[in-house]
């Protein structure tokens, strides 16, 4: 667990099910999908549905939370791109539009980096986005990392197309938290 004032970045527990879903697959169309890769499909789902899937994220390394004043407001992740490299791509999300525009994504993006920077023999950290989420790309910006890749043009979303966006940072370029 780690903690930055009113923010926590914590493992799934039991106890966050019925909020994940909440969060997660609730609704048809939730305001976090218009930000987070829009351009794939989002299906809502049942809760007994999600169980089985939530259960696999609980005490896991891979898919943490992301607390506010000890509720549940949305995840930090991260997946190998290329193990035998220590390639690692990390995702963020915080699911509710009253999260946004505090500095709360920089702040958790900043501990989970920090966190896997201590604990796992990484050579490099990064994540993808598309340049419609100017405020993803800001975050990157903020942490130190730079912009590695543009695609463009290859996101296409509401009758535009968009680039994808690749962000990094070294092992080197990173200042740990004190």
């Known amino acids: ?45 049942a809760y007994e549905k999600f169980l089985p899937i939530v259960r696999d994220w609980v005490g896991d390394d891979d898919f943490w939370v992301i607390e506010v ?22 995702g963020i999300l915080l699911h509710e539009s009253g999260s946004w525009n505090k500095g709360l994504g920089t702040r958790a993006l900043r501990l989970w980096v920090d966190h896997l920077f201590a604990k ?30 543009r695609i463009r043009k290859a996101r296409f979303y509401d009758g535009q197309y968009y680039d994808s966006i690749r962000m990094g940072m070294l092992r080197e370029e990173w200042t740990p938290l004190p």
């Open 120 to 149: 796992l023999p990484l050579v490099r950290i990064g994540y993808s986005t598309w340049s419609g989420n100017d405020r993803m790309i800001r975050v990157g910006e903020k942490l130190g990392m730079q912009m590695e890749a």
């Open 1 to 45: 667990m780690y903690s930055d004032q009113e923010l926590t970045l914590r493992p799934v527990e039991e106890r966050d099910s019925f909020r994940l879903w909440e969060l997660i697959y609730k609704d048809e169309q939730p305001e976090w999908k218009k930000w987070d890769a829009p351009y794939y499909p989002h299906e809502p789902m």
């Open 69 to 90: 004043d000890g509720v549940v407001r949305g995840s930090v992740s991260y997946y190998w791109e290329h193990e035998p490299s220590r390639w690692l791509e990390v």
